[in-house]
């Protein structure tokens, strides 16, 4: 059994700065990938940001230059600080995780249950 349990979403104003934090427990055999995505009123989800094992990391052009990714590999866990926010970035936030189990042989997607940002203007 694996979970994801995000934290740190909440409500600020326009140009200010949150930091969200995902951390993966359970029967974890390796982690190929986590990152994040959201997902606003009325739209579809959308990726964030990912970053792979090795280090490698993938940004949506939205965020940019305001949205950086991290990862402590030890803690199963990922950051993502998000500076210079727009009310546009208003979403829940989803962590997900591609990743294989003690149990499993190929990796496979797990989500958290969303952490709610909103930016007032």
């Known amino acids: 059994q694996v979970q994801l349990v995000e934290s740190g979403g909440g409500l600020v104003q326009a140009g200010g700065s949150l930091r969200l934090s995902c951390a993966a427990s359970?029967?974890?055999?390796?982690?190929?990938?986590m990152g994040w995505y959201r997902q606003a009123p009325g739209k579809q989800r959308e990726l964030v940001a990912t970053?792979?094992?090795?280090?490698?990391?993938n940004y949506d052009d939205s965020v940019k230059g305001r949205f950086t990714l991290s990862r402590d590999n030890a803690k199963n866990t990922v950051y993502l600080q998000m500076n210079s926010l727009k009310p546009e970035d208003t979403a829940v936030y989803y962590c997900?995780?591609?990743?294989?189990?003690?149990?499993?042989?190929?990796?496979?997607?797990?989500w958290g249950k969303g952490t709610l940002v909103t930016v007032s203007s």
């Open positions: 970053i792979t094992n090795g280090g490698r990391r």
């Open positions: 359970g029967s974890i055999f390796s982690i190929n990938v």
């Open positions: 997900r995780s591609n990743l294989v189990t003690l149990f499993g042989r190929r990796g496979m997607d797990y």
